[in-house]
C-alpha cells in the first residue's frame, strides 16, 4: 500500500475506533496504539511477518496478541477488535498512522473552546460555573468563558463563540420582533 492509501485506510479505521471508544478510553487506547506503532516500525520480522501472504490470518492475530500481551495486555475490547480486522486484512502496516489518527479525533473531541458571554447583570461563581457546565455539555468539549456584563440586554444573554452569536437576551427578543412587526 502506497503511504496516502495507509493514510486513508488508518483514518477510516481511526475513525470507527473513535466512534466505539469511551471517552475515558481515549488515553490507554492512545497510549497502545503508539505502543504498537514504535514495535511496528522497530520490528522487521513483525513488519514481514503480518505482511506475509503465506502466513494464515490465525497465526498473524496469535502474534499480535502475543506482542500485545508483551506490552501488558490489551487495554481496549474495541481496540483488540480494530488491530485484528487489520491484521486479518495484512493492513496492519497502517498502525503508526492509525495511531497518529486516532490521537487527532481525540484532540479534536477534547478541543477547548473559547465563548464570550455577556449577561445583563453582573455574574456570581455559581452562575458562571453553571453557564460553563451547560455549555460543555452543548458543545461536547470542554470551554472556558470570558464573562461580561452589559445592562442594556435587560436580561438573558449572549454567547459568542468566533464569528457566530447566540441572542438569548430580551434586548435582542425586542429588536427581532421590532424587525418582523415591521416587515
Known amino acids: 500500500m502506497s503511504s496516502g492509501r495507509h493514510t486513508l485506510v488508518a483514518k477510516r479505521y481511526a475513525k470507527a475506533l473513535f466512534g466505539v471508544c469511551q471517552p475515558a478510553d481515549f488515553d490507554k487506547t ?13 520490528s522487521r520480522d513483525l513488519r514481514e511477518s503480518m505482511l506475509n501472504p503465506r502466513v494464515n490470518d490465525a497465526l498473524r492475530v496469535s502474534t499480535i496478541d502475543a506482542v500485545v ?12 477488535r480494530t488491530v485484528h480486522m487489520l491484521v ?15 490521537d487527532r ?21 455559581s452562575v458562571v460555573e453553571d453557564l460553563k457546565s451547560r455549555l460543555s455539555k452543548a458543545l461536547g468539549g470542554e ?8 445592562p442594556a440586554l435587560l436580561g438573558g444573554l449572549t454567547v459568542r463563540l468566533g464569528d457566530r452569536l447566540l441572542d438569548r437576551s430580551v434586548a435582542g427578543s425586542l429588536q427581532r420582533m421590532a424587525i418582523d412587526l415591521t416587515r
Open 143 to 150: 470551554v472556558s468563558l470570558q464573562v461580561k456584563s452589559d
Open 88 to 102: 486479518s486484512l495484512r493492513k496492519a502496516a497502517v498502525l503508526p498512522e492509525l495511531s497518529e489518527s486516532f
Open 105 to 125: 479525533f481525540v484532540a479534536e473531541y477534547r478541543k477547548s473552546l473559547s465563548l464570550e458571554v455577556t449577561l445583563a447583570t453582573a455574574a456570581t461563581e
Open 69 to 80: 500481551q508483551a506490552l501488558g495486555g490489551w487495554s481496549t475490547d474495541p481496540l483488540r
Open 30 to 42: 492512545s497510549a497502545q496504539l503508539k505502543s504498537l506503532a514504535a514495535v511496528w516500525q522497530q
